[in-house]
């Protein structure tokens, strides 16, 4: 008889009632677990793998949740990359994720028994980081805080032509708006406005002045905007809301971006509303934040479309312990000074240098990203290794995202977590090993 290889692979049954894999069932669901059983067996039937060793191999290609979304390095040096999640969230917003993740008081007065004003303790918090602001509201995202102003205050939304603006993937602030219904009146030119402009477009009709933050590109030359203050001042009277869309979320003006409008100064210089995200410099989890004048909150609350927008459990318990917890990683990146940034690119550097690599620390340039302070490059550091790197390491385990400059990998300190650097070395080595 001649011997079939297919004979001594193990059955599908006796590897899931291995000790160990039956844990990972428990654990990650069955279904996960066989699938990588099922690929196992097939590397044995193909000679690749010993059946002896199919348990490990079974366990080595299981992720580590049950979820295939997969922490990265964040090497690119930009700090709020849409692309990776935007903002890492702090460990105290991650312990509260996890807390609220079971059943929770979201929505329930434990002293009474009674139903409770849900996300309480997060909209406090807002106030509190707040202070110009009368109330505030939490939606799903900025997008969402966007199209709930438009419907609630309905009518015309008085723009300037220069704020008209695309945030990315085809994301375009007008056409979101002219979906809910509302007529955009645009007033300027591409490049100027005045408040005079503003002025002559309010009518019976108008709803709101919006002011979008051009959050991810600049405009030079003869050019000309209407500060929030000088049209707030100009609006005064007439009744009609002034609404200020500032994208990043900055609670306070920040030394690092001086030219980024934050949710306090912004209020303080008299808008009605002010709109951002939660998840830029922030530093939160995703969420679109709404702040001002308690009437018109409470207009965009009673809004059946709040209900299709607001947060969850977890949103709000991230949210709250970003705004009383420690400072989050993008505030910490953000304010980290460079000399650190150096220390850390030639220590790493040096190790992997060490061994063997063709590694050294050099000077780079950050950026905020994410919609937020264009063109303002934050100095910085990185370990620059031979452009060969990037690939595999966007393979490793962690992958680590870094960005090509000529024939170089960068990987850009600043938008990594101090904490990271061991995981990001050890990385490198690993890919070092694997590619020789
Ligand atoms: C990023 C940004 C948005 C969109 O925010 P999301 O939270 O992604 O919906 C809207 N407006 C401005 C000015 C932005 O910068």
Do not use: W
């Not at 329930?108 to 909209?123: K, Q």
């Not at 390491?393 to 090509?404: E, F, M």
């Amino acid at each position: 008889m001649r011997a079939d290889p297919r004979r001594r692979v193990p059955r599908t049954d006796t590897l899931l009632a291995d000790p160990e894999l039956a844990a990972a069932s428990a654990r990650l669901g069955r279904e996960l677990v066989k699938t990588a059983v099922a690929q196992v067996q097939q590397r044995i039937r193909d000679g690749a793998l010993a059946p002896a060793d199919a348990v490990p191999a079974v366990l080595s290609g299981l992720s580590a949740t049950a979820s295939s979304l997969r922490p990265v390095l964040n090497a690119t040096g930009v700090l709020v990359h849409t692309n990776l999640g935007r903002a890492p969230l702090s460990p105290a917003a991650l312990e509260a994720v996890v807390a609220a993740g079971a059943t929770t008081d979201v929505e329930l007065d434990l002293v009474t028994g009674r139903r409770g004003p849900r996300g309480e303790a997060a909209i406090a918090a807002l106030l509190t980081a707040v202070p110009a602001a009368e109330a505030a509201l939490v939606v799903n995202n900025c997008a969402a805080a966007l199209a709930l102003t438009a419907t609630a205050l309905g009518g015309e939304l008085v723009i300037a032509r220069g704020e008209l603006v695309e945030i990315g993937d085809g994301f375009r602030i007008p056409e979101l708006l002219e979906a809910t219904g509302a007529r955009l009146r645009e007033v300027g030119t591409t490049n100027r406005v005045t408040l005079a402009d503003y002025r002559a477009a309010l009518s019976e009709q108008t709803g709101a002045v919006l002011k979008v933050h051009p959050s991810n590109f600049v405009v030079r030359g003869f050019t000309r905007s209407v500060p929030v203050a000088e049209l707030a001042a100009g609006l005064a009277g007439s009744g009609v809301p002034l609404v200020a869309d500032v994208g990043s979320g900055l609670l306070r003006p920040h030394p690092v971006l001086p030219d980024e409008p934050d949710l306090q100064t912004t209020l303080a210089d008299g808008a009605d509303l002010v709109l951002a995200s939660g998840d830029k410099l922030l530093g939160g989890p995703q969420a679109g934040l709404v702040l001002g004048r308690a009437e018109l909150a409470q207009r965009l609350r009673r809004h059946p479309l709040y209900r299709a927008f607001r947060v969850d459990k977890t949103t709000l318990a991230a949210l709250e312990a970003t705004l009383r917890g420690p400072l989050p990683p993008v505030q910490q990146m953000l304010a980290a000074d460079v000399a650190g940034l150096r220390r850390r690119a030639r220590g790493l550097a040096a190790r992997l240098a060490a061994a063997g690599l063709d590694a050294v620390a050099v000077d780079s340039e950050a950026r905020v990203g994410g919609g937020g302070a264009p063109e303002h490059p934050l100095p910085s550091a990185a370990v620059s290794l031979p452009a060969e790197f990037a690939a595999p390491l966007r393979a490793g385990t962690p992958p680590v995202v870094g960005y090509l400059a000529g024939d170089r990998t960068l990987l850009d300190l600043r938008s990594l977590r101090t904490e990271d650097d061991e995981a990001l070395a050890a990385a490198v080595l690993e890919v070092a090993i694997r590619c020789r």
